[in-house]
């Protein structure tokens, strides 16, 4: 398998390519606003040898023994997110997730997604996070700070003055735009993590919907 290392993070995670596996990404024939302006889709993402490795593990994971070698690959990390790009599109894959946090107890797993908007996903989903050392957020497809209460555990907002009632800012935008030491990404009472937008590309995503 291939794993990244993010600066911003400060934690590895492992990714697939954007977009190409996010159907949740799509409602109607188009891109959800969220995905529209996909961080992961810009910069350093577009580059061959970042793109590369997402391409191997999409056929990584088929591997009978890929669970057995992330659980080695694991045994030192204390925190792990899955997906900095990309989203667990094929059952299979989410149940092998499964298998390899049940067996990381030692690890705190994050992993955003919006795989909840299909019912097969559910059962898996809901077993991941009964977990105590997995957090699991559901992203809002909003750009402007609009969430579901008791559904979303995260979502975008133009700017920190726009955090919506009952969500807690991300401090990487006062940590110049690094985790550092927080992880309340990680931390299952932090219910909705906003995220201030970021990019040339999520703001005219934003300027187009503030606009309309």
């Not at 490795?53 to 992330?70: A, G, K, V, Y």
């Not at 049940?102 to 559910?122: D, I, S, Y």
């Amino acid at each position: 398998m291939k794993i990244s290392n993010t600066s911003k993070l400060g934690v590895r995670s492992w990714s697939l390519q954007a977009i190409d596996t996010c159907p949740g990404a799509i409602e109607n024939g188009e891109l959800v606003d969220a995905c529209k302006g996909c961080y992961a889709t810009t910069g350093n993402y577009r580059f061959e040898n970042v793109k590369a490795p997402r391409r191997h593990n999409r056929e990584d994971w088929q591997r009978l023994e890929w669970c057995d070698d992330m659980v080695d690959e694991l045994a030192q990390d204390t925190h792990f997110r899955w997906f900095d790009s990309g989203d667990m599109y094929a059952l299979g894959l989410a149940e092998k997730m499964l298998e390899v946090m049940k067996r990381t107890p030692w690890v705190k797993h994050w992993l955003p997604t919006r795989m909840h908007k299909f019912p097969k996903f559910r059962i898996v989903l809901e077993e991941m996070r009964a977990l105590k050392n997995v957090a699991v957020r559901f992203s809002s497809d909003s750009v402007t700070g609009q969430f579901t209460r008791g559904l979303h555990g995260s979502v975008i907002i133009p700017t920190p003055a726009d955090l919506p009632r009952g969500a807690k800012l991300c401090g990487a935008y006062d940590n110049d735009g690094k985790c550092g030491d927080c992880r309340d990404c990680y931390d299952k009472k932090v219910k909705v993590i906003a995220y201030p937008a970021h990019g040339q590309k999520m703001g005219k995503v934003i300027r187009i919907k503030l606009a309309a």
